[in-house]
């Protein structure tokens, strides 16, 4: 196990780009070190998600008000998720509780897995498919289905002079923004925030953006995953990218430095109309009043390619719980009471419903008052096919890096020899990075 742990280590530390800013955001003070309560078992959750961080805090410190249990909660900085944990997997006391984000994240921590087969959480999900097996063990199951669009304040939109109606296809997006570049001056807002490459954002570009050529190729392929992207959508790839960042609220060259609260601040402030986001951002961008729901709409991200007018948003999960196999066997039974508490009770369900926004794949969740939410459920309803997140089967966190760098590259030198550079990160990069994973 701890040449395992080594041999992660040494991955991570291959990959430089992951190591910036390595640091945690924590509402209890950043320290990763459990404290072992009563000797009943303790809690130790290393939390994925930061914008959910105060509500997990909160979550934690009621589980521990009833129980008695205590429960600590250690939230990674944005972007430095598997760096964090190969840090605090190394250490005594290590986390009882933590996330992969897919197949291939399973793969470097499948051997640190307990196996979730048989325990009280893994019978409330509402399908097997929640759950990822290897060979006959459950090391992991789904805690959140999400989905992900461009997030539009209708305001703005009708006083450019369209609606959400308006926008069926790429072509049409297109228009809308162009034209409302045109007039920027005397609208006074830009048609899309800034697309921040900064580590804190630039997640929504090289792994959501990128998911959709990922995904019809895969579709005309009719495959799941492969070890040879071929590129087949980049220039369908690179013109939403060039729509994005030559139609925002900052100028493309400004886009390294710009951050996720960056982006998120010049939606809350009118300042754009479109802002690439998910259905988690729900609540930063309701809880102070600045929007009502009347005001937001989730539309899907229209790509130009397959049956446009029949498109859903980019709906699934990169978000499954793990329990440390190699923690005290008493901390192990706490870590799966507090999971199982957190889907089935009032409090816990509530919580990852309404605080969180989370739509949980468990038989006891409850129904979310996420407006984003509601509105992916109507577009299902009404017969939209959700785009399915396939960038979860991206060789590596190396890959997703090398993208990033070379968009933010072309950001800056929008040229056909630049976006040479954006092609080899993304096909090259991913035949090498497959290579090295297998």
Not at 262 to 270: H, I, K, P, Q, V
Request: hydrophobic share 35%; charged share 20%; proline share 3%.
């Amino acid at each position: 196990m701890r040449k395992r742990l080594v041999a992660i280590l040494v991955t991570g530390i291959l990959g430089a780009s992951l190591l910036a800013g390595c640091g945690t955001d924590s509402g209890s003070g950043g320290s990763a070190a459990k404290e072992d309560g009563d000797g009943s078992g303790s809690v130790y959750y290393l939390n994925f998600k930061p914008e959910q961080d105060e509500a997990w805090q909160k979550l934690a410190a009621d589980y521990t008000e009833q129980t008695g249990v205590n429960v600590t909660v250690v939230t990674a900085a944005s972007g430095n998720y598997e760096t964090t944990l190969m840090s605090e997997m190394g250490k005594s006391g290590a986390p009882t509780m933590f996330q992969v984000n897919g197949p291939v994240g399973l793969a470097n921590w499948k051997d640190y897995c307990y196996d979730l087969s048989g325990t009280d959480i893994y019978g409330e999900l509402t399908s097997d498919s929640y759950a990822m097996t290897d060979g006959d063990t459950v090391p992991a199951i789904a805690y959140t289905i999400e989905s992900y669009g461009l997030i539009v304040n209708k305001k703005l939109l009708a006083q450019a002079g369209y609606s959400v109606e308006d926008i069926q296809s790429f072509a049409d997006l297109k228009k809308v923004a162009e034209d409302i570049t045109a007039r920027s001056s005397e609208l006074g807002f830009a048609a899309f925030t800034s697309a921040g490459m900064d580590g804190s954002s630039d997640w929504r570009y090289k792994t959501h953006l990128a998911n959709l050529p990922i995904y019809f190729e895969y579709q005309d392929e009719g495959i799941d995953s492969t070890d040879a992207i071929q590129g087949t959508y980049l220039n369908e790839y690179r013109e939403i990218w060039d729509l994005y960042i030559n139609n925002s609220t900052c100028d493309p060259s400004e886009l390294a430095a710009k951050t996720a609260d960056d982006s998120r601040n010049e939606f809350l402030a009118g300042q754009a109309v479109f802002y690439q986001n998910g259905s988690w951002e729900y609540t930063n961008l309701t809880a102070d009043g600045t929007f009502t729901d009347d005001d937001l709409q989730i539309i899907p991200i229209y790509f130009g390619v397959g049956d446009e007018a029949n498109q859903g948003l980019c709906t699934g999960t990169e978000n499954y719980w793990c329990v440390n196999k190699d923690a005290d066997e008493a901390d192990i039974q706490a870590t799966l009471d507090f999971m199982y508490w957190c889907v089935t009770s009032e409090e816990g369900t509530t919580s990852m419903a309404d605080d969180m926004g989370f739509v949980i794949p468990f038989k006891q969740a409850k129904e979310s008052s996420n407006l984003f939410v509601k509105q992916d459920q109507a577009l299902t309803e009404a017969g939209k096919t959700p785009i399915p997140w396939s960038f979860t089967t991206a060789p590596s966190e190396e890959w997703k890096n090398g993208l990033g760098s070379a968009l933010t590259a072309y950001a800056a030198d929008q040229t056909d020899g630049s976006w040479d550079g954006v092609v080899s990160a993304f096909v090259d990069g991913w035949a090498s990075e497959s290579a090295l994973a297998n």
